[in-house]
Each structure stands twice: as C-alpha cells, then as structure tokens.
C-alpha cells in the first residue's frame, strides 16, 4: 500500500477514536504511530544493538540504547517528581524477574526481537516476525496465567528511586549508573571504533520525547507485554477455554475490567496498534523482508517467540517496559532485569548462530 492511502487511514482510525473512544486513546494512537515509524526508521533495534556488540564489538547500538536511557530519565524522573498522579513502571525483585529476564534475553536472539522489535518489524513485513507476534500473545497470556505461582516461590517489595531518594538524586544516580555501562562497553569495544551514529542518536531522541508523552497522557510508562496478554486473554476467554475469575492475576479488578471492555481503550494496546500502524507507513516506502528460513529455522524461530512472550510477563516487561520504562521511571527491576537479559542474550547468540539464522 502506498503511504497516502495509508496516512488517510490511520488519519480515519485517529478520528473515530477521538469520536468513539476517547481524546486521549486517539492522541496515544498518534504516540504509538510516531513509536512505530521511530523503530522502523531508524532501524533502532536493541536485540541487534546487544548482537553487534557481542559479535562485532560494534558500540554503537549499545550506546545509543544508554543514550536513550539517560534521555528518558532525565524526562521522566521530574514528572514522577512533580505529579503523583503518574506512575513508575515498578516491578518486584523476585525470582520470577530473574528468570523471566534470562530466558527473555535468550530467546529474543533467536527471535531477532525484543516486544517492541517483533511489533515494528511485523508492520514492516518480516515474515518471521509476523509468526511470532500471535505466539508472543499467547506466551504472554500464559505467563500472565502463571504468575502468582512464580511469585510465590520469592519476592521482596518493588523499590522507587524516586521514592526513596527524591527525584533530582535518583537521576543523579541513574546517570552514574549509565555512565558506569558506557565506560565499559567503550572498554569492551575499544577506544577506535565510533561512539554513536545519527540514526540511534535520533532514534534515542525521539524515542525518549515519545516515552515521556506516553507518560504524561496515559498516567504510566510506555509498555508491550500487557498490551498482548490482554488479547491473548480475551481470546482464549472469549473461545470459553479460560476462566479470569479463577485466575489470581486476571481476577483482579483493573484487569478483569479490562478484559470486559474493548481493547481501544487500554492504553498499552493502543500504543501497541499505533506502533504496527507506524512501521507499515515506513515499510509503504522501504519494504524488508527476511531472508528465507528452512522448516527447523521457523520452528525454532517460533517456540522462541512464544517463550519470549512468556518470560516477558515473569518478568515485568521487555526491553521497553522493564529495561527503558523502568530504569527511566526508578525502578530497581530494571537494573536487575538488564543483566540477567543480557547473560540470557549471550547464550542466544550462540543458540542463533548453531541454527544459522
């Protein structure tokens, strides 16, 4: 499709959510379509980045993703600050993150994207990725479903930053704590490869200004994963393969109210939406297309995409959710979640490479 056919109806789909829905679902729409068309655009990968880092001691992905960190902090952590009305994207210590984080990191090597990167490169074509999104869905429910039995085997309280130090010494801390990871990977790369280029450097920039709208509109961080367990929960309920009112994470009251009303009004499955919306303008101009898989590539492709969709609701959100929403916001899960991800990913890449993806 042509991106002028495709501009008027996203432009259509803004309206009848401003008309039917909401002003502010139909502003987040427009946020997940400038979400969507930023990923794609600038090809701002965070499986790639860690892969080229690992692989090919190329910095500059890893950078661009502190970069985007440091940016959103210094957005966010004010806001939080100043409205109480806004929400971090607190997670628990617990065991549940620690191995939701490891296997998230794994398999989203194999997958060759994290939430955000199966949703833009879906809208961008990818056939893999177009695969994997219903199977993350699913995943995603299931973890969901399971939650409260991980939880039980360990956890300790959610920690805020913010709350704890005050939002001018949590950045603070967050910056040393940014810079700290920049020096090492500046190590690890060594002192005469490139720090940055322009396309993560926007990306970031943007990235960041979209993630702090987000915040201030919809009241919470940007988040994936809940966006997909909602429609795989209302899937399978709606088959009558699943009971929410026996369920201990579906029972409770906002997600029971949730899953009762239509999707357009969560506010994660519309950045969700917005964000496939914005990746198929980008794709109308500079289609991709992954290279041909064999019958094993695809199904292990898909187990990790399904995988991938589990372990991201054990452990509270993706690269998006728990690393970027959570660091940016205060939250010490997302300190926890980005080393165990990234232990996870160096045994993905090794996984990737046997299966010659």
């Not at 790639?48 to 500059?60: A, F, H, S, Y």
């Not at 999104?133 to 299931?142: D, E, R, V």
């Not at 201030?216 to 988040?223: E, F, K, R, T």
Request: glycine share 14%; proline share 3%; hydrophobic share 55%.
């Amino acid at each position: 499709m042509r991106r002028v056919p495709l501009a008027v109806i996203l432009a259509a789909v803004f309206l009848l959510l401003v008309w039917n829905v909401s002003v502010r679902q139909g502003v987040l729409f427009l946020v997940g379509i400038g979400m969507g068309a930023t990923l794609a655009g600038t090809r701002f990968g965070f499986t790639t980045g860690w892969r080229q880092l690992v692989e090919q001691r190329d910095q500059r992905g890893a950078m661009g993703q502190l970069l985007l960190l440091g940016l959103a902090a210094t957005l966010a952590m004010p806001m939080l600050g100043a409205f109480s009305e806004l929400h971090a994207a607190l997670g628990p210590p617990s065991i549940s993150l620690l191995v939701g984080a490891f296997f998230f990191g794994l398999t989203m090597q194999i997958a060759d994207g994290c939430g955000s990167g199966t949703l833009y490169k879906a809208g961008l074509g990818v056939p893999l990725n177009m695969g994997i999104l219903p199977l993350f869905a699913l995943g995603s429910f299931l973890g969901s479903a399971h939650l409260n039995t991980w939880l039980s085997l360990g956890q300790t309280a959610p920690v805020s930053l913010v709350a704890e130090l005050g939002a001018g010494k949590a950045l603070v801390v967050t910056w040393l704590m940014l810079g700290a990871l920049a020096f090492a990977v500046r190590r690890w790369a060594g002192g005469d490869r490139r720090w940055l280029s322009r396309s993560w450097v926007y990306g970031a920039a943007l990235l960041a200004v979209l993630a702090s709208v987000n915040l201030l509109i919809a009241g919470q961080p940007w988040g994936i994963v809940y966006g997909f367990g909602l429609w795989g929960a209302k899937v399978v309920s709606a088959l009558g393969w699943f009971d929410p009112a026996a369920n201990a994470f579906w029972s409770q009251a906002g997600n029971t109210q949730r899953l009762a009303q239509s999707v357009l009004m969560d506010v994660t499955s519309i950045t969700n939406i917005g964000i496939l919306g914005g990746a198929l303008w980008v794709s109308a101009r500079a289609p991709a297309s992954g290279k041909p898989l064999s019958a094993q590539q695809w199904g292990v492709g898909l187990f990790a995409g399904f995988v991938m969709g589990y372990s991201s609701r054990l452990a509270f959100g993706c690269n998006i959710g728990a690393m970027l929403s959570g660091i940016s916001t205060g939250s010490l899960h997302g300190w926890i979640w980005l080393p165990m991800a990234f232990i996870g990913t160096l045994i993905g890449i090794r996984v990737r490479r046997y299966f010659q993806f």
